[in-house]
């Protein structure tokens, strides 16, 4: 494995962190690379959000939105 990481492979796995529980040496190459790229780190942001936002709809359109917003 490179220990550096290309935005391609940054987005990929950020990405993919969504799905399951990335490897240590991954979550390190990753949190790396967003401390120092501006447009990954604004993904990954992105990313989180449109999670969250997703959840929310969710919650709200099953009608259990008694919860607090997921953030």
Known sequence: MRLKLTCRDT????LEGE???LPLGERVLVRVHLGYCKGCSR???QVHL??????????????TDDAPPAR
């Open 50 to 63: 449109m999670r969250g936002a997703l959840e929310d709809w969710r919650r709200h359109a099953s009608g």
């Open 19 to 21: 799905d399951r529980t």
């Open 11 to 14: 987005t990929r796995l950020v």
């Open 43 to 45: 993904f990954s942001k």
